[in-house]
């Protein structure tokens, strides 16, 4: 779910003067000046594939009636898939991506580094996986900046497009609040069965599942919760828009199978707006079961997802979790995830207008929220999933970035009053807030 803000007639009339200006490609790529450290790309060239896949026999929300047989039917998904690659000689890096906006009438293209069915890397991994889960609605290139930049560090990441849920597929919310998380599990399973040697897939032998980190943003972040281990409340299985016959207990709390079913291959997740707890999709008992190190994003006027009673509730319910809260002061529910609005998006008018309020925020530049959430992404898998100690240090800050000291000489040397944000240029963490909080029975930093 993304908030549509109001604009302004002064904003408005700018947008207008851009009708008629043909649209270059949006860059995705782009890296500013007061980037944190961590956002800059990798040393590896980047490849990127499309790839599909079939769920057989998933209940097919849409179609079952309440208090008869749970429909079935295959489930089908497109699967972007970004990874370390090899260029032949005379390729360089870069190419586009041919999509659509949130209103689906307009033609998206979109520019980055990664190129069409590059080479593999042979050199070092296997490398470990990350899934990216979009909104509703959302389409698999929501967030394909930060898929490309982890793939530049060492990384697998699979971006889903999530049948129902996407921009020009956009259905009954039932569908989501189902599916969201079997479409996360049916995926690492779809990887890891590509990954095995002699599955005659170009990820064989390069993946390994074993490492596995989840992106979710807003319901990708709901299914986010639920996959690590945060079961469903009794009141969210029959509350309105619920899918019929109590789907849901499923992945209930109250169900002992879905406790057995956690899959431990998931290492560590970032949820960015995960939507639901404001609606009291999970309550105390179910967060207690959350045991993954959580890295929670949000903006703290989230008027989608919530913050006090949403972001925040979770991050401080996740009791028995290694978890942080990154803040983005001011900032609403667009705040990091999705990539800068389509340049085809500015002379929209209209209801039309929402194509481009689904990237935008009315404090908060886009790029440079993007380039934070690739810092601090990069940060927390190299940790979790690659075992680098050292990026610990980019975790241990000022919770407020605006108390931060900035004290280096001109020579460039650190001087004992500095507690700057690590990676941080000077002045750039302001309007953050980064918090800790370890698992119960464990001492907070």
Known sequence: MQRLPTLSAAFAVTLLLAVGARAQPTRIDVVTPIAPELAAYGSSAIG???LTAVDRNRPDILRTKEGEPTARYDRRFVLEVWYPATLAPGQTRGGTYQ???????????????????ATPSTAGGPFPLVLLSHGYPGNRYLMS???????????????????????????AFASTLYNRTFDQGF????????????????LSGRVDVTRTGLVGYSMGGYGVINTIGGGYSEMAQTMRGAPPNRLLRERAASNPAYRASIDPRVKAAIAIGPWGMQVGMWDAEGLRGIRTPVLFVGGSVDDVSGYAKGTRALFEGTVNADRYLLTFVGANHNAAAPHPAPAETLGATGRAVIAYTQHADAVWDTVRMNNILQHFATAYFDRHLKGDEAKQAYFDVVPSGSDAVYAVDREGRVQSTHTYWKGFPRGTAVGLTLEHASPAGHAVR
């Open 48 to 50: 990127v594939r499309t």
């Open 145 to 171: 900046h930060l898929g490309e930049n982890l793939a530049s560090k060492g990384f697998i990441v699979v971006s889903i497009d999530h049948a129902d849920s996407t921009y020009d597929d956009q259905q």
């Open 187 to 202: 995926v690492l399973d779809e990887m890891a069965r590509l990954a095995a040697p002699g599955s005659g897939s170009f």
């Open 99 to 117: 999509t659509v906006a949130r209103d689906p009438s307009i033609a998206v293209t979109l520019r980055g580094q990664a190129v069409r069915d």
